[in-house]
């Protein structure tokens, strides 16, 4: 989290000067669909017989957005996609790490969000922006298998939630032309604590939090 923060305060340092060069900024609906890697955090995984530490792989981060720019201020709704692959599960109760873990125990998140950007025009094609946004994120953890150097086992059960999420970003879009611009951004995406298998003895629960980048296309009409 703090060095999310840094990130998000360097990037708007970066971009005060731009505001002395402000140009008038067109406004109008636009619609963007960006492609993007996921880099989440390690993870503590926990009940009341669980206590695992799991590491993951980098995954992929997909989604689209509509919205309208009314200027200085973009309000949008966006909806995407997060995947990311366990690549490492450490049992802190019983001192037993698990790897090699199977493709098919990724973590998917299907995120529902809300953002609102600040952008700070100014008289080059390049316009900086900042901002974050409020949703729900719906989790689905497949089940993982990992393997210990005797036995390979299914760590976690698989298991689906869907909670509240934030996020906060930062970006610079570069206009190609009136209509068309391509975004490159910076995400901090947070969830709010899951709980999967509640109905069952196995229940466990995880927080998801993961920084992401992502290469967008932004068509404004």
């Given at each position: 989290?703090?060095?999310?923060?840094?990130?998000?305060?360097?990037?708007?340092?970066?971009?005060?000067?731009?505001?002395?060069?402000?140009?008038?900024?067109?406004?109008?609906?636009?619609?963007?669909?960006?492609?993007?890697?996921?880099?989440?955090?390690?993870?503590?995984?926990?009940?009341?017989?669980?206590?695992?530490?799991?590491?993951?792989?980098?995954?992929?981060?997909?989604?689209?957005?509509?919205?309208?720019?009314?200027?200085?201020?973009?309000?949008?709704?966006?909806?995407?996609?997060?995947?990311?692959?366990?690549?490492?599960?450490?049992?802190?109760?019983?001192?037993?790490?698990?790897?090699?873990?199977?493709?098919?125990?990724?973590?998917?998140?299907?995120?529902?969000?809300?953002?609102?950007?600040?952008?700070?025009?100014?008289?080059?094609?390049?316009?900086?922006?900042?901002?974050?946004?409020?949703?729900?994120?719906?989790?689905?953890?497949?089940?993982?298998l990992g393997s210990t150097p005797?036995?390979?086992?299914?760590?976690?059960?698989?298991?689906?939630?869907?909670?509240?999420?934030?996020?906060?970003?930062?970006?610079?879009?570069?206009?190609?032309?009136k209509m068309f611009s391509v975004?490159?951004?910076?995400?901090?995406?947070?969830?709010?604590?899951?709980?999967?298998?509640?109905?069952?003895?196995?229940?466990?629960?995880?927080?998801?939090?993961?920084?992401?980048?992502?290469?967008?296309?932004?068509?404004?009409?």
């Open positions: 989290m703090k060095k999310c923060l840094f990130v998000f305060l360097a990037l708007a340092t970066l971009a005060l000067p731009s505001i002395s060069m402000a140009t008038q900024p067109d406004r109008g609906a636009y619609v963007s669909g960006f492609l993007g890697l996921t880099f989440p955090n390690d993870a503590d995984v926990k009940s009341f017989n669980v206590n695992d530490k799991m590491e993951y792989d980098v995954g992929s981060y997909v989604g689209a957005t509509g919205g309208y720019d009314f200027g200085w201020v973009r309000t949008e709704g966006e909806l995407s996609y997060r995947r990311g692959n366990p690549s490492k599960v450490n049992d802190r109760l019983n001192g037993v790490t698990y790897d090699k873990l199977s493709d098919s125990g990724g973590l998917s998140i299907i995120s529902m969000m809300g953002n609102a950007f600040v952008d700070i025009h100014n008289q080059s094609p390049f316009t900086p922006y900042l901002g974050g946004g409020l949703g729900f994120a719906a989790m689905t953890l497949n089940d993982t005797t036995q390979r086992v299914i760590v976690f059960q698989g298991g689906d939630d869907t909670v509240f999420a934030w996020q906060l970003g930062a970006g610079v879009d570069y206009n190609i032309t975004d490159l951004g910076y995400r901090f995406f947070s969830t709010a604590t899951a709980h999967f298998n509640k109905a069952s003895l196995a229940e466990y629960d995880l927080k998801f939090q993961s920084h992401n980048l992502a290469l967008a296309l932004r068509l404004k009409f």
